[in-house]
């Protein structure tokens, strides 16, 4: 099974060898909680080798102050210029659900280029603004269920998209979510959407400094987590539970 690493000793060896290369990779949690930073750290590890990412930033997470810490604390890797390494990945800024819509139809273009990852950190963010839009506006006008079918089928085609990706071209996606409180239990935006298309599931969590990242779905290891700290390399453990 290919993998790529996430750019961390620790996560390499609790992911057994790293992120699959054939699926999606979902990393969910709340605020603060590190999915930015698992993020630019896989992006990081695959620029430093010369490869492509596509990084998608929905929330204004992308810092090239970060990817420059990454990159002079290298984890072994070879060194490189951190100005090289933000020149093979390819950002994408969309500000609303539109701009986001847009951006995926562009995505084959960029796939002439060698890809070796891509990265949507933020999948539901504009989705989330966009689907309390159509529930608030459409009351008013009276067709709130069909925008919000259609904003719906909008975001299904997209991580459908990024699976059909992923699976045909052997390119590994790792995308963020958020979560919400309901009934005192977290679930995640998108709820079924992104859980059917996600073949790993991952949740960080931050109980007052203290990072924990869970392993909730995954379709050859079973459940495990891992205590971590977040440093200006990266990511490593604290502890295992």
């Given at each position: 099974m ?17 992120y ?8 969910y949690?709340?605020?603060g ?10 992006a990081?590890?695959?620029?430093k080798?010369g490869?492509k ?10 810092s090239?102050e ?8 290298g984890?072994?890797d ?7 390494v ?8 969309p500000?609303n ?18 890809i070796?990852?891509?990265?949507v ?18 009351k ?22 990024l ?6 071209r ?10 919400y ?21 991952i ?8 990072r ?5 779905k995954?379709?050859s ?7 971590f ?9 604290r502890?295992?539970?």
């Amino acid at each position: 099974m290919a993998k790529i690493s996430a750019g961390s000793f620790d996560l390499n060896k609790w992911l057994s060898g790293g992120y699959d290369s054939d699926i999606i990779t979902t990393i969910y949690g709340g605020p603060g909680t590190g999915k930015t930073n698992l993020c630019l750290l896989a992006a990081v590890s695959q620029a430093k080798k010369g490869n492509k990412v596509i990084f998608m930033d929905t929330e204004g997470g992308f810092s090239s102050e970060r990817v420059k810490q990454m990159t002079a604390n290298g984890n072994g890797d070879k060194e490189m210029d951190w100005n090289e390494v933000l020149k093979n990945i390819f950002i994408l800024k969309p500000t609303n659900f539109d701009e986001q819509k847009k951006a995926f139809d562009q995505l084959l273009k960029y796939l002439k280029d060698e890809i070796s990852l891509i990265v949507v950190d933020g999948m539901t963010m504009l989705y989330r603004l966009e689907f309390a839009d159509a529930r608030e506006n459409g009351k008013a006008n009276g067709d709130d269920l069909e925008r919000i079918q259609k904003v719906n089928a909008e975001l299904t085609r997209q991580m459908r998209l990024l699976a059909e990706i992923s699976r045909k071209r052997n390119i590994p996606v790792i995308v963020t979510n958020q979560i919400y409180n309901w009934e005192n239990e977290n679930r995640m935006v998108g709820g079924d959407i992104l859980k059917y298309w996600s073949k790993c599931l991952i949740e960080l969590e931050n109980d007052r400094g203290r990072r924990c990242v869970y392993l909730r779905k995954h379709r050859s290891m079973e459940e495990k987590s891992l205590v971590f700290q977040i440093w200006d390399g990266g990511v490593r453990k604290r502890g295992w539970i």
